[in-house]
């Protein structure tokens, strides 16, 4: 399973950015997918994840309402809609797919795109 993430990019504190989880080879419509980042010298943290549906998502506590996550299986894409960010937000952010509840939790994903840098800083 490849997953390729995009988007990523250099923005002020406040601006947006939208990262793109892009499936190859296979449809991503069976697979819950979860949004990760890790920053230099810290721990991989969940984001973000939603079900193969669409119809459940969950947040961690620090990018409630902030961030949205979305997807569309027409185009094996989900999306990570991120507002108001913060330089804290600063990392490489990477997609997850599995066949997994809703969940955050890293050793629950086996397939894992290569991640894209998401820098915020004026």
């Known amino acids: 399973l490849q997953l390729v993430e995009s988007g990523g990019g250099l923005v002020q504190p406040g601006g947006s950015l939208r990262l793109s989880c892009a499936s190859s080879g296979f449809t991503l419509d069976a697979y819950a997918v979860a949004w990760f980042r890790q920053a230099p010298g810290k721990e991989r943290e969940g984001v973000s994840c939603?079900?193969?549906?669409?119809?459940?998502?969950m947040y961690a506590d620090s990018v409630k309402g902030r961030f949205t996550i979305s997807r569309d299986n027409a185009k094996n894409t989900v999306y990570l809609q991120m507002d108001s960010l913060k330089p804290e937000d600063t990392a490489v952010y990477y997609c997850a797919a599995d066949y997994v509840v809703s969940t955050l939790n890293p050793a629950d994903f086996h397939s894992w795109g290569q991640g894209t840098q998401v820098t915020v800083s004026s």
């Open positions: 939603i079900s193969d549906d669409g119809a459940s998502t």
